[in-house]
């Protein structure tokens, strides 16, 4: 099935920075979710986003609803190091859900 | 408030042996279930989603097989494992209608 592309693919960065990533897609979502995943464990949800041109914070995450519905961006403001993982956006459209391939990120102090 | 279980948290099975996965949900009625398989490092593929109890769809055609006997109860089987079957298997659920999904803490398959 058809997946989001999601990049950049990975970020080394040092703490305190900013952080940014993004999905895009050629179908339209009805959707948009950011998930954040640590290793052996399931993606938690970030944030949600349910209509286009959404703008919607959670601490120091920021994510939008591209006005086009075909795509999102996450951004993470002042990094810390439990930021660490990998992060996943993904689209739903009715009963589809698909997901963006990750992106890993590493926070070095 | 909803939760969800998925068992076991990690299995070694032999190649050639069946398989059999389990996720259950609480607190919520006819969700929408889904199964991912996330290789090491990589991304969720979607394998399966039910809407429904008894309507299972596919996305990868492959030696996996879903069903739904009851409507919070969603199984992943297969008859015979093969070494690439290896992976993090995820269950999910939707309330459906474009809402947020949760995930299960998943399944590490190692198959040998």
């Known amino acids: 099935g058809q997946q989001l592309n999601q990049s950049p693919q990975s970020m080394f960065i040092q703490e305190g920075e900013d952080v940014s990533m993004n999905c895009t897609s050629s179908?339209?979502?009805?959707?948009w979710l950011w998930y954040k995943q640590d290793p052996g464990e399931g993606p938690v949800l970030l944030i949600a986003?349910?209509?286009?041109?959404e703008l919607t914070s959670n601490g120091r995450l920021t994510a939008q609803f591209g006005i086009t519905r075909k795509d999102s961006f996450l951004n993470i403001s002042a990094s810390i190091p439990s930021d660490v993982g990998i992060y996943f956006c993904a689209g739903l459209r009715r009963d589809d859900m698909r997901f963006g391939a990750g992106t890993r990120l590493t926070v070095k102090p | 408030s909803q939760t969800i279980h998925q068992w076991p948290a990690t299995l070694v099975q032999p190649v050639g042996s069946p398989l059999s996965l389990e996720c259950t949900v609480e607190g919520t009625s006819n969700p929408n279930l889904y199964w991912y398989r996330q290789a090491a490092g990589r991304g969720l593929q979607l394998l399966f989603y039910?809407?429904?109890?008894?309507?299972i769809s596919s996305e990868v055609p492959q030696n996996l097989s879903a069903s739904r006997p009851q409507d919070r109860q969603f199984i992943l089987s297969s008859k015979k494992l093969l070494l690439s079957d290896s992976g993090f298997y995820l269950c999910?659920?939707?309330?459906?209608?474009?809402?947020?999904?949760?995930f299960g803490q998943g399944t590490r398959l190692t198959v040998v």
């Open positions: 179908s339209i979502f009805n959707t």
């Open positions: 999910a659920w939707t309330t459906g209608g474009d809402t947020e999904a949760f």
């Open positions: 039910s809407v429904g109890i008894g309507q």
């Open positions: 986003l349910y209509k286009a041109g």
